[in-house]
């Protein structure tokens, strides 16, 4: 029996909530045998925390078995009463019919804390944590619309708030347009913000001088009076920041201040508190020549991978299709590749439809398949983008050794519409490239015989 298979069956016999993440996290390393202080080493906690968050579980676990379990034999104990018995639950404690029950939602939103429909990336997740751990530290989290951004935020929201962290969540898409249009009224609507969420009133008349500027004014505000009141780090996480992207001047300024207290924080001890998230995939209009290079050059550099076919069957199994085996999941990879959100779109269907895989499969590239909609909003993008649409034909049309515009190309990437390896580019997926082949071939068509006809 694997750790996950154990932990699946405790979340079952527990209340709702009581795995919670980091609990988690100690049943899994425990059960291969690490010590709590080399948990907490590895993945960035303070060892009395872990050491009293597992015994927390280990209390659980006694009173719903019936049977005093620790650290040192809790495997022993449930590999035996698994494997010979079934467990004995103790009927005073709620049980959780909501989680055991839990039944998919249709994929497009984040997933909630708790979800099992939620494929864990241990390696990233402790390296996330690890890094935000650090003084004065910086992470970016990149990866194109609907790769589980968001879900992963939640998760290490949720994770850092546990260890004590103060977390700071500011949405860029809740900024009403004139905030952009000017460097002190983002700052001022930036630092307010950041106020609000911890619970302290705004003060931005006591510390904002004009004639030092707004960049030296926010930063005055940040380190004399907000961390000056906190004394846990405070982690602001900067989310949909290719809103901020999209406005070429304004980002310059915005980036070479996050990059200033990246590099302060190495020496200034009042900004080794502070730990930046910043989380973007850059959006059509985004200003890259100067930001890019900025964002490529500070911090670390965390980019969502795709799904493999071991987690593509495990979760297919969590939507309760155990017939899926790894070559019927291999042939719907074959056309999606690993991106998470058209994997659990094919999956919702095969679980609240009477489809087939082979039905689906034969009508995933067309209008009226499960993924028409989706394809029809990045049909839609590259239409009303004309040096997008003509980039893309070129890409899908196989054409070799042509000039494509760099901003296009970073921009196609962006959205996770191709990949690209050195100077080859390609279709992310097997349906991007049928279904963009087809609709944008008879424009293709059309523009070439006007180009003869001229």
Sequence with gaps: MTADEALDIVEQILPPGTITPVKALIFREAWCGQEYGAIAKTFGYDTVYIRDSG?????????????PVKKKNFRTLLQQRLSYHPLTIRRDIPQPEATYLQLPE?????????????????????????????????????APHKMGKSSLLIRMTAQLAMRGDRVVNINFKQADPEVFSDLTKFLRWFCTNISHQLGFESKLDEYWNSD?????????????????????????????????????????????????WHEEGKQVEVLQNLRLVLIHSINLDAALTFNQVILNSNGLLIELSELDVQQTQALAHRYGLKWMSSSAVQKLMDLVGGHPYLIQ?????????????????????????IYGNHLRSYLAILRSHPTLEATYRQIISANENIYLDPIAVYKLESLGLITVKGHRYKATCKLYQLYFYTQLADRFSQARMKHDVA
Excluded: M
């Excluded at 015994?55 to 019936?66: D, F, I």
């Excluded at 944590?129 to 530290?137: A, Y």
């Excluded at 919702?348 to 009508?363: F, G, V």
């Design 106 to 142: 249709f994929p497009g939103d984040p997933l909630p804390l708790h979800s099992k429909f939620y494929v864990e990336r241990a390696s990233l997740e402790a390296k996330l944590l690890l890094e935000i751990n650090k003084p004065g530290s910086l992470v970016r989290i990149k």
């Design 212 to 260: 030092i500027g707004s960049k030296a004014s926010c930063t005055i505000y940040l380190t004399h009076y907000l961390l000056k009141q906190i004394t846990a780090p405070l982690v602001l996480v900067l989310n949909e920041f290719d809103q901020v992207l999209e406005h070429a001047a304004l980002a310059q300024d915005v980036l070479l201040l996050l990059q200033s």
């Design 55 to 67: 015994a927390q579980l280990w209390r659980s676990l006694t009173h719903a078995l019936s049977e």
């Design 345 to 369: 779109l094919a999956l919702y269907h095969l679980w609240s439809t009477s489809i087939s895989l082979e039905q689906l499969l034969q009508d995933a590239a067309t209008s009226s398949g």
